[in-house]
């Protein structure tokens, strides 16, 4: 038996197929081994085995080498003692985030993935080998952290699953709010805390102008950095101006002529409405002043202006805010004259053409507030989410860092934004994002989708795209009155809470379709052509235009790949919705239609990153290459070439537009060297 392993590893060393997973990953291990592979097998528990004697861990080896033990170990000697690598850790391994005291139920899945990560594939062969490549270094690496790996042996691993800095694409913000005596907004912050000097994607999408003629509004709802100055000013103006937008509709609504992106609302359970309660009586005037208003800013009107933006100070906007509360919230009446009519649907269409996302806003003006570096919904969720509509309640002085929170007013927000930013040491950053108040809904259902791509390499940049995907649903039919979670989070680590509610009989019990069931709902629909139409162009693009803003932020390494997971909104036009990005999506299956789509990615993954080196025309499943990026650091010299912009120099394999600002022609000036 002995004999047998070792010459099972001698033939893995000499085909350089020495492997390590860090993670709940039976899958990887699996497919690993059925192509030859050996693994190095990872400690369960390190920080216990990082306290006993050197000793004592190289006789636990030797006797799970012997068949005397199944208890999983590895010696982590310290690389520069001694002439074993190591792939030293410095917490348990199968954590992907940090701990946190209101994870809550996230705990159970934890222990449970931790109870699938040493228990799998444990047999006494696999343990044998594991120790006799104990002093090689893994020619390919997929692991959970790549913090967790030490950075000496990191350069010499072949492949690795991971990218380092990846916060401009994977946080929700990057830099966390300045420490007292640090600069605020824009400039330059010296002491910050937290991901210093680091764009999360809500700043890095900012930057989209610099390298596409793309419209951020039309693929990812606003959304805004609450503990920066300039940040939060510009969320209060346009929280204002939203509600000016959503008097507008709301005006019309209770009138009968509805514009695109208003519905009714109905009643509150709680907050009888009254008819006959005064309202200040040029509300819908003082709407209209400030919707010309924004129209003259975005039609460039104040280019030669000195003053503050009239959007800020043409009214009173407290008296404005709490008389529209009224409207929205407690169904107080409006009674409008027919210019009025008149002069609000005119100006409603206008700002259609001004405003992409003026379709998703609805009339409610609901916001929804992120922990930066959360994820999976972490945190308990508070605030405006597991109750009614707000009506007048404070938030209450002990709310801190909750988790989602879903938000109506101002001083909702501002409020807990600022009660999450004392002077403790684990500061809470937050961002506010505009919520899609008009989503596709299924059997009145809200559902989100979770798209998987593969980046193989930054520079030049080449993305695969994932053609199957997964649906994930609420369990609780959608409405806006009731902003709990079970209605409007689609995390399945925060559906699995609510196992007993079930939205509508023709969902499945698990609140997962795969994207064939959908296709097959839009036939029923008659609308068979808006996923390949609408749908996948629109989520396509949205990746690539986030991809390109990120990349100068990553860190590029070659051998390097990661498999993402896009989570996408779909309006009730069909238009996607980016809401985030996530490394390292989960691969713990939920539901039979994620056991066999998270089967299939890993082993697709594998096949693109490993088979498709040796064979480039093996068969790569559902990947296909959705952009590669060619001529990557090249320029061009001509002794005479105009200082004109050339065609950029790129390749496109799919219907997706691009328009990269490089590709200068260069000129050369000056006369050759004499040969002495």
Known sequence: RLRKAKLYVEKAIKEKKIFTVQGPYPIIRRLLRARGWVERKL?????????????????????????????????????????????????PLHHPWPSDKNKGEMEDEDKKEDKEQCSDDSDDIHDLMSFLVQDQVPNFLW?????????????????????????????????????????????????????????????????????????LNTFFPRCYRLGFMDQEDAFIEDFRLTAARSLLKLALQKTGDSPMGTEQHPKSDRVPAWPGSALYPQLVEE???????????????????????????????????????????????????????????????????QLPQLGIEGN????????SAKSRGRGKARGSLGRTHPHGEGISSSLCCPGIVCATRLEEVLHLAQSCTGSSARVCEWVVQKYV????????????IRQWFVVTDWKPL??????????????????????????????VSIQKRYKTSQPDPRLPPDKIWSNTQFQAHLAQLGQADAWQRVIVPGMKAAILNTLRCARDQVGSRKGSFELFGADFLIGKDFQ????????????????????????????????????????????????ELLYREVGWGLGTATPQAPRVPTAPCVSLQAAVSSCLSVGLQLEVTGCSLKKL
């Open 43 to 91: 400690p369960c528990i390190s920080r216990q085995l990082k306290q006993q004697p050197g000793d004592l861990k190289k006789q636990q080896l030797e006797k799970r080498a012997g068949g005397g033990s199944a208890e999983q170990g590895e010696a982590v000697p310290n690389p520069r003692g001694g002439a074993q690598p190591s792939l030293r850790t410095t917490e």
């Open 143 to 215: 692991t959970i952290r790549l913090s967790n790996i030490d950075q000496d042996l990191l350069p010499r691993i072949e492949v690795v699953n991971r990218f380092p800095r990846l916060q401009a694409l994977c946080t929700k913000v990057g830099a966390r709010r300045p420490q007292r005596g640090s600069t605020r907004g824009g400039g330059v912050q010296k002491r910050m805390t937290g991901f210093s000097k680091q764009e999360g994607l809500c700043q890095s999408l900012q930057n989209l102008p610099w390298f596409e003629q793309v419209d």
């Open 287 to 353: 709407a209209l002043e400030v919707c010309e208003q924004h129209l003259g800013v975005l039609g460039h009107q104040d280019i030669d202006r000195n003053t503050p933006s009239p959007c800020r100070t043409c009214i009173a906007w407290d008296r404005f805010l709490q008389e529209y509360y009224r409207v929205a919230h407690e169904g107080t009446r409006l009674v409008l004259s027919k210019e009025q009519r008149e002069q609000c649907q005119d100006v409603l269409q206008r700002l259609e053409e």
């Open 364 to 371: 409610l003006n609901v916001w929804i507030l992120k922990p």
């Open 437 to 448: 108040e008009r989503p596709l809904t299924i059997f009145h259902t809200k559902f989100d």
């Open 462 to 491: 080449t993305v695969w795209f994932y053609r199957d995907c997964y649906l994930r649903f609420c369990s609780r039919p959608f409405s806006l009155c009731h902003l709990e979670p079970a209605r409007h989070l689609c995390n």
């Open 576 to 623: 996607p919705w980016l809401l985030e990005v996530n490394s390292c999506p989960t691969m713990s299956p939920s539901s039979g239609v994620t056991r066999q789509l998270c089967a299939n990615v890993q082993r697709d993954t594998l096949r693109l990153v490993l088979d498709r080196k040796d064979n480039p025309t093996c068969s790569i499943g559902a990947f």
